[in-house]
T-cell receptor, first 115, second 114 residues
Framework: DTEVTQTPKHLVMGMTNKKSLKCEQHMGHRAMYWYKQKAKKPPELMFVYSYEKLSINESVPSRFSPECPNSSLLNLHLHALQPEDSALYLC??????????????FGPGTRLTVT | DQQVKQNSPSLSVQEGRISILNCDYTNSMFDYFLWYKKYPAEGPTFLISISSIKDKNEDGRFTVFLNKSAKHLSLHIVPSQPGDSAVYFCAASSNDNYGQNFVFGPGTRLSVLP
């Protein structure tokens, strides 16, 4: 199983809502990532979890709150978002050993619209 | 300031011919480079990679060339097929943090014409 799954595929939320994005992988990868991708732009790294601990936070606003409940799951909790947060949110995973640690497997993304 | 640049936003190539996608980087600490392919409504898919200790890596129709002195890499697809039509992202990483801190280029949209 080389798949990273993300739910939901699409999400529309108001600025006062609280919602969560979910990501799951069963490849035994111990690194998981959240990226944000705006239209016609490359993915931008938001957070990295290594061995279920937050290892990189790219100065992301606190209205985005990541959580890694176990080695297979990664959540992104959203609260009080702004319309400019509308984007495609991508989850990825990779190993943490050897050169293959550089190769990240991406999910299909969640298309988020903030109204 | 973009650390990874792909100066051609788009490229059109005839089926069967060679596609050459270019990527330039500015950070000399980068030591591992990858190409990802992205179809609409899908996440990026890993295509091929190269370590800075090599200057060429080949996988089937795909070859990546690295010129460290010029801080330039290129992806060659030969022969190009219509199914190769996608956005191609060049990405770079350094050895710190197990290579987790990726920087992606802006992407090049490849269209392979039948």
């Amino acid at each position: 199983d080389t798949e990273v799954t993300q739910t939901p595929k699409h999400l529309v939320m108001g600025m006062t809502n609280k919602k969560s994005l979910k990501c799951e992988q069963h490849m035994g990868h111990r690194a998981m990532y959240w990226y944000k991708q705006k239209a016609k732009k490359p993915p931008e790294l938001m957070f990295v979890y290594s061995y279920e601990k937050l290892s990189i936070n790219e100065s992301v606003p606190s209205r985005f709150s990541p959580e890694c409940p176990n080695s297979s799951l990664l959540n992104l909790h959203l609260h009080a978002l702004q319309p400019e947060d509308s984007a495609l949110y991508l989850c990825a995973s990779s190993t943490l050993t050897g050169l293959s640690s550089y190769e990240q497997y991406f999910g299909p993304g969640t298309r988020l619209t903030v109204t | 300031d973009q650390q990874v640049k792909q100066n051609s936003p788009s490229l059109s190539v005839q089926e069967g011919r060679i596609s050459i996608l270019n990527c330039d980087y500015t950070n000399s600490m980068f030591d591992y480079f990858l190409w990802y392919k992205k179809y609409p409504a899908e996440g990026p898919t890993f295509l091929i990679s190269i370590s800075s200790i090599k200057d060429k890596n080949e996988d089937g129709r795909f070859t990546v060339f690295l010129n460290k002195s010029a801080k330039h890499l290129s992806l060659h697809i030969v022969p190009s097929q219509p199914g190769d039509s996608a956005v191609y992202f060049c990405a770079a990483s350094s050895n710190d943090n197990y290579g987790q801190n990726f920087v992606f280029g802006p992407g090049t949209r490849l269209s392979v014409l039948p």
